[in-house]
């Protein structure tokens, strides 16, 4: 079973290394080298705070996307080119190609990532001429970063499980900025009153809570993150994922495929 | 049970626990980021900027700042946070959004002219607030009497008072008490009797159960306020006739100046305290009173208990 699911993890991992998908990092690139150029340039004493946000909120942005149109297309492009039937007719179950997809599209977003991380470094070397130590909570940052992207690889991959790619993708870009909202959707939710309230409240907590995820801001400016949000984000984003995982699964086992 | 039916059951059974254990751990993160729910962020500060990005979908936009301003300002209100640094701005986009959309004018005003705890403290913008729904919206008597409310209140200026009570009574379908009120302003300005046809206006023209209870709230105070005065003054004439202050009320009664002892509004009876000083039971029970309190009493935030709001 674990091989089953290593060895769609690789195939898909694969297989987005050949979509061209890790070509992101090359605009990724331009984008921090010009940026840590020209800001030293036309601004004053913001070239480090410059580098950290806009690479960090690069980094994020660029893997939601790629979490996003590669997520939606990792069950439907299977069906369309009937590649999946190939792989269903041998001892694969279908909870296993659901599974091994996701930790595959995760891995690829993984290795983007650190790329990515080692560029936000470089850049960082580059403005400010040496790191400090309050420089390695952006570590933390780009950590909170992989765990926003394994909520949004698991929601794209549920709502790929059942619906077209475009809706799919429709439906994922929705969650993801609704969520960042989320915790003022939850205030918003805790002030109304009777069946309401719970409705709303209900509805507030199905939404997944990226906004707690989003620290740039303040790594930004060499604030520390405290242990317990780390350790509280880790566990949220982890369960969150692998419930979304599991409604994959639910509605897939389901799906005629006929 | 096939191998189908036993993946159904797990991995739904594996749902509804990572759903209960993620609402769990949502729910230790939000305590974890107690600030961070309806935080002081304005997003865009920019009313332009906004409107150009609601892609013509203005309206919507405006109600949901709407109710984002009524948020921030029952959250800080309700956290007894004396600071509402982004409710002029909030206001200010809405309106800007939406200028015919009259309840932030109207409730805005009101968050933002009364002093701490109970509003913003800001009257010059909630007066600059009226004033451009009035530009907006100049059939709207409401709002000349929200601005002529705010000069009385808030800023005692009576004479402002009256000339916004006069122009809201030009409106059409003004109600009647407006035209006496402004009438009233240059004669009568200050006295509980004005006040009181303030507070009536507000009910009977008020729709908001809240405001209602407010208004009913600030009609008990001015009450009480009126018969600590009237008995004080009875007191008064107690000591000129006798020659000595009397000790208690009762002494009132049996003098027959009194019919017997007077209640306040929370039904228990008024105390006489040295030197003739009339105190209600307890302050606290009558929000807004301005008469009958202990020397240095300091009112609390009003609550919506207090107000007879919650159950």
């Known amino acids: 079973m ?29 984008l921090l080298t010009g940026a840590a150029v020209l800001v030293g340039q036309i601004s004053i004493d913001i070239e480090k705070l410059v580098v950290i946000n806009l690479g960090l909120t690069a980094v994020s942005l660029f893997g939601v996307v790629i979490a996003i149109f590669v997520g939606i297309g990792l069950v439907s492009k299977e069906i369309e080119k009937r590649t999946l039937y190939t792989v269903l007719s041998r001892p694969v179950r279908r909870w296993e190609f659901i599974v091994g997809k996701f930790f595959g599209l995760a891995g690829t977003l993984l290795v983007n990532t650190l790329c990515m991380a080692v560029g936000v470094f470089f850049a960082l070397l580059y403005v400010s001429h040496h790191l400090q130590k309050p420089d390695s909570w952006v570590l933390v940052a780009l950590y909170f970063i992989i765990l926003q992207f394994l909520i949004v690889t698991a929601l794209a991959l549920l709502f790929s499980s059942f619906s077209s790619p475009i ?38 907590y199905l939404i997944p809570n990226l906004s707690a995820l989003n620290v740039i801001s303040s790594v930004a400016h060499g604030e520390a993150v405290a242990r317990s949000l780390i350790i509280y984000n880790t566990a949220y984003s982890l369960l969150y994922a ?17 | 049970m096939t191998a189908s039916q036993r993946i159904t059951i797990t991995s739904s059974i594996l749902l509804v626990f990572l759903l209960l254990a993620s609402t769990l751990t949502l729910r230790r993160l939000d305590r974890l980021r107690t600030g961070s729910t309806l935080q002081e962020v304005l997003y865009l500060p920019s009313p332009k900027i906004v409107k150009s990005l609601s892609l013509g979908y203005d309206g919507l936009v405006a109600d949901i700042y709407w109710t984002r301003a009524v948020q921030y300002f029952g959250g800080h209100h309700a956290a007894g946070n004396e600071h509402y640094r982004l409710l002029a701005p909030l206001l200010e986009i809405t309106t800007y959004l939406d200028p015919h959309l009259l309840p932030p004018y109207e409730f805005g005003a009101n968050f933002l002219a ?98 209602k209870a407010n208004a009913v709230a600030h009609l008990r105070a001015l009450q009480a306020d009126a018969e600590v ?55 606290d029970d009558i929000p807004f009173i301005t008469q009958g309190t202990p020397p240095g009493y300091k009112a609390p935030k009003v609550t919506a208990k207090q107000l007879g709001l919650t159950e």
């Not at chain 2, 006496?180 to 302003?185: G, R, T």
């Not at chain 2, 009132?252 to 929370?266: A, E, K, R």
């Open chain 1, 242 to 258: 692998a419930m979304a995982v599991c409604g994959a699964v639910l509605i897939f086992e389901h799906r005629n495929l006929k």
């Open chain 1, 167 to 204: 809706m799919s993708a429709v439906f994922a870009f929705a969650l993801f900025i609704i969520g960042s909202f989320s915790e003022d959707l939850r205030g918003f939710a805790a002030m109304t009153k009777g069946i309401t309230h719970w409705l709303a409240l209900g509805a507030a």
């Open chain 2, 114 to 211: 009364p002093p701490p705890p109970n509003g913003a403290g800001d009257p010059a913008r909630a007066v600059a607030l009226v004033e451009r729904g009035i530009q907006a919206n100049p059939d709207q008597w409401k709002l000349y009497y929200n601005l002529g409310f705010i000069y009385y209140l808030e800023i005692h200026d009576y004479a402002r008072a009256a000339r916004a009570f006069e122009r809201g009574s030009q409106a059409p379908g003004a109600h009647p008490f407006v035209r006496i009120l402004a009438a009233k302003m240059a004669q009568h300005a200050g006295d509980i009797e004005t006040a009181r046809m303030l507070w009536i206006t507000t009910y009977e023209s008020a729709h908001d159960k809240q405001i």
């Open chain 1, 2 to 30: 674990k091989n089953r699911i290593t060895c769609i993890g690789a195939n898909t991992f694969r297989e987005a290394v050949r979509d061209r998908v890790l070509y992101n990092l090359i605009a990724f690139a331009l």
């Open chain 2, 229 to 283: 005065i009237a008995l004080e003054k009875m007191v008064d004439e107690y000591r000129a006739r006798m020659g000595h202050w009397p000790t208690n009320l009762a002494q009132l009664v049996s003098t027959g100046m009194l019919n017997g002892i007077p209640l306040d509004p929370t039904g228990r009876p008024y105390k006489l305290m040295p030197y003739g000083h009339v105190e209600v039971a307890n302050p």
